[in-house]
T-cell receptor, first 111, second 112 residues
Framework: EDQVTQSPEALRLQEGESSSLNCSYTVSGLRGLFWYRQDPGKGPEFLFTLYSAGEEKEKERLKATLTKKESFLHITAPKPEDSATYLCAVYSGGGADGLTFGKGTHLIIQP | DTAVSQTPKYLVTQMGNDKSIKCEQNLGHDTMYWYKQDSKKFLKIMFSYNNKELIINETVPNRFSPKSPDKAHLNLHINSLELGDSAVYFC???????????FGNGTRLTVT
């Protein structure tokens, strides 16, 4: 069974204070690792897909990286509007053939 | 235009009732899903469906059943609602299985 563990559960940063979120995974044959952002009362919004170790993707202040065991979401000089829950998910083609999600990291950026 | 829309946004009902949640996607995607997000915000897949096949997560009670009248719609029917069914239910779609999911904004179900 695929497993995804995210840490920390919650993170509070000052505006401009860079940090990283961790996503550790156990799957039988990774076919994709996904990062999503979820705002209160909304559905998750797709950010990145990573397919192989060493791959990196960037979008504005966010950068996602992937190794064989984990992924990091680096947030550089965050702004208050980056506050959200960040979800990591994996796809292996097993189970119900959907993505398996972690429990998320609740990120708060204080002005 | 909303890519994935689901109705209602809120649903409050009593134990034992039967209810449905509707979902529509206008992205032309082949695969649709239902996910359940519990009180701890944990998203768990319930079903995936394309025009050929329904795949059910083995942990989902058979009181839950998806119905797809056409490729753009996947409705969720729930029979004999229980207190533990209270959660936020998300519909999603993707081009094919394994490609990025596009989510609706959820239906908050409260069973009293």
């Amino acid at each position: 069974e695929d497993q995804v563990t995210q840490s920390p559960e919650a993170l509070r940063l000052q505006e401009g204070e860079s940090s990283s979120l961790n996503c550790s995974y156990t799957v039988s044959g990774l076919r994709g690792l996904f990062w999503y952002r979820q705002d209160p009362g909304k559905g998750p919004e797709f950010l990145f897909t990573l397919y192989s170790a060493g791959e990196e993707k960037e979008k504005e202040r966010l950068k996602a990286t992937l190794t064989k065991k984990e992924s990091f979401l680096h947030i550089t000089a965050p702004k208050p509007e980056d506050s959200a829950t960040y979800l990591c998910a994996v796809y292996s083609g097993g189970g119900a053939d959907g993505l398996t999600f972690g429990k998320g990291t609740h990120l708060i950026i204080q002005p | 235009d909303t890519a994935v829309s689901q109705t209602p946004k809120y649903l409050v009902t009593q134990m034992g009732n039967d209810k449905s949640i509707k979902c529509e996607q206008n992205l032309g995607h082949d695969t649709m899903y239902w996910y359940k997000q519990d009180s701890k915000k944990f998203l768990k897949i319930m079903f995936s469906y394309n025009n050929k096949e329904l795949i059910i997560n083995e942990t989902v009670p058979n009181r839950f059943s998806p119905k797809s009248p056409d490729k753009a719609h996947l409705n969720l029917h729930i029979n004999s609602l229980e207190l533990g069914d209270s959660a936020v239910y998300f519909c999603a779609s993707s081009q094919v299985a394994g490609s990025p999911l596009h989510f609706g904004n959820g239906t908050r179900l409260t069973v009293t």
